[in-house]
Nanobody, 122 residues
Framework: VQLQASGGGAVQAGGSLRLSCAAS????????MAWFRQAPGKEREFVAAINWIDDNTYYEDSVKGRFTVSGDDAKNTVYLQMNSLKPDDTAVYYC????????????????WGQGTLVTVSS
């Protein structure tokens, strides 16, 4: 299984970015796909996730109403639309997958993408 994350960049506060995570190597219908982020000097934290089988979505409280996670079955790709970005959103964002339901614990994920940097300036 391979995950390829892309879409990071530098934006000003209030701006938007869309991250993509392209998955390959198997059928992901029974998988959970998640986004985590890690800021300098901080632990990796859960951002958002989707259960591929039922499209249920989950969000960390600080991103609710600003971020939207979605999936495209045909492309085996998961997206993270990030709006109203804040400087506190600055981090390396990682996509991850596990063959089970969504978990907010990064240690429960088996597969990881390489990370994409998001920088939000004030």
């Amino acid at each position: 299984v391979q995950l390829q994350a892309s879409g990071g960049g530098a934006v000003q506060a209030g701006g938007s970015l869309r991250l993509s995570c392209a998955a390959s190597g198997r059928t992901f219908s029974s998988y959970a796909m998640a986004w985590f982020r890690q800021a300098p000097g901080k632990e990796r934290e859960f951002v958002a996730a989707i259960n591929w089988i039922d499209d249920n979505t989950y969000y960390e409280d600080s991103v609710k109403g600003r971020f939207t996670v979605s999936g495209d079955d045909a492309k085996n790709t998961v997206y993270l639309q990030m709006n109203s970005l804040k400087p506190d959103d600055t981090a390396v964002y990682y996509c991850a997958a596990r063959r089970s339901i969504v978990s907010r614990d990064y240690e429960r994920y088996t597969y990881w993408g390489q990370g994409t940097l998001v920088t939000v300036s004030s």
